[in-house]
């Protein structure tokens, strides 16, 4: 780093918050993508019905767009709240996705620095202890489960309206939001979600074990044994 | 995937969560599709099938034609074909409700149920005379 330290403060800003800034990026550059070209495909089908087209704009506040986003949302923030709250107990030989095997648990005040072992720079919920303490000691699963279930009402809200449009199309009659969860339509766009995001993390837990990534905080250092567990690059 | 990668992506994504909550609806609404209908019905009970076809899916107005061997309005309102059932219907054609999803909707009459797409600013009739057959696509006399 001591040789970034003669630039500019905005271009060290830019630096030290380019990880959230690359995804940043690339989320609105592939959501655009996704709007313009399920509008697209929208269009085509409309004009193929004899139907003028409705254009990105229509389609970007549509409820068929709307449900193939928050489809993927929901399942994205599952994964993580499962994945942050299962690594609590569970645990993996050889992961640099796992907590070190006898750590197993919530862990003492001391290993987490609260309370009377807070230092004067640990956050102030965590040193302040009583309720927000306990608040903030789950305060990550708690704001991504609040993301999951948010997500995942949004995909059924923008579902039912969805498979209406459908239903509609094909001269069926509508359903209600509460019939709607309770069809194979809705279970499907989750589970389907759902099952490659639990694929995704068991890759990526056993994997690590085995592979590497030069420099990646997410793989262990290339010369570390497979055995080693809950070391990061 | 480990806390550092979990921190970053909460923000873009609660902001998207706002975005998504925020989105409304566009494009022409219920009172539109209720008012084609009214207008449909309207063109029939005055014998107007050029009017009444207008307010069709072009490809439903050109399947009618084909199966009955005639221009579609002539065809819409002959008594042997779709117009002994819309003529009746036609009578009792005020708007009980409207179902409308994103570009499709359904509108109910006292005497039937009417079937509706979106095509760019306006609706556009894609079924009418419609009756239901529990699980099956409803039975309609003009389709496209």
Redesign the interface.
């Known amino acids: 780093m001591s040789r970034h330290t003669g630039r500019s403060p905005v271009l060290r800003e830019l630096r030290e918050n380019s990880l959230s800034l690359a995804f940043a990026f690339l989320f609105l550059a592939v959501l655009a993508g996704q709007a313009f070209v399920g509008a697209a495909q929208r269009d085509s089908q409309q004009v193929a019905a004899g139907l003028e087209p409705l254009g990105v704009g229509d389609y970007v506040t549509s409820s068929v767009f709307w449900v193939d986003v928050t489809e993927n949302w929901q399942s994205e923030f599952l994964q993580f709240l499962l994945f942050i709250a299962l690594t609590v107990w569970f645990v993996q030989r050889g992961s640099p996705e796992s907590k070190r095997l006898e750590a197993v648990g919530r862990e003492t005040d001391e290993e987490q620095i609260v309370g009377s072992h807070a230092r004067p720079d640990s956050p102030r919920w965590a040193r302040v202890g009583g309720w927000r303490l306990r608040v903030y000691s789950h305060s990550l699963t708690l704001v991504m489960g609040a993301i999951f279930v948010g997500s995942w009402l949004a995909q059924s809200a923008s579902g039912v309206v969805a498979y209406n449009e459908d239903q509609l199309r094909d001269l069926h009659a509508p359903v209600t939001w509460t019939e709607y969860i309770g069809l194979p339509d809705f279970w499907d766009r989750t589970l389907q979600n759902w099952q490659s995001e639990l694929l995704a993390v068991l890759a990526m837990v056993v994997f690590s074990i085995f592979l590497r990534e030069r420099g990646s905080p997410e793989s262990k250092p290339v010369g570390v044994p497979h055995g080693a567990t809950a070391v990061e690059g | 995937?480990?806390?550092?990668?979990?921190r970053?992506?909460?923000?873009?994504?609660?902001a998207?969560?706002v975005a998504?909550?925020a989105?409304?609806?566009?494009?022409p609404g219920d009172d539109d599709a209720r008012d084609v209908v009214s207008r449909f019905y309207a063109a029939v009970a005055d014998g107007d099938g050029a009017a009444a076809c207008a307010l069709l899916?072009?490809?439903a107005a050109d399947d009618l034609a084909e199966e009955e061997q005639a221009p579609c309005p002539e065809a819409l309102l002959d008594p042997a074909g779709p117009g002994g059932v819309l003529g009746p219907r036609a009578a009792d054609a005020a708007v009980e409700a409207v179902?409308r999803?994103?570009?499709?909707?359904?509108v109910v009459t006292a005497s039937d149920t009417v079937?509706l797409?979106?095509?760019?600013?306006t609706w556009?009739v894609?079924?009418v005379g419609?009756d239901?057959r529990g699980e099956r696509?409803?039975d309609?006399e003009v389709?496209?």
């Not at chain 2, 995937?1 to 979990?6: A, I, P, S």
């Not at chain 2, 970053?8 to 609660?14: D, E, Q, T, Y």
């Not at chain 2, 989105?23 to 494009?27: A, K, L, Y």
């Not at chain 2, 999803?101 to 359904?106: I, R």
């Open positions: 995937m480990n806390t550092r990668r979990l970053v992506l909460r923000a873009p994504a609660v998207a969560l998504a909550a989105v409304g609806c566009s494009g899916l072009p490809g179902h999803a994103g570009s499709q909707a359904q079937f797409a979106r095509s760019g600013d556009v894609t079924a419609c239901p696509p409803y309609c389709e496209s």
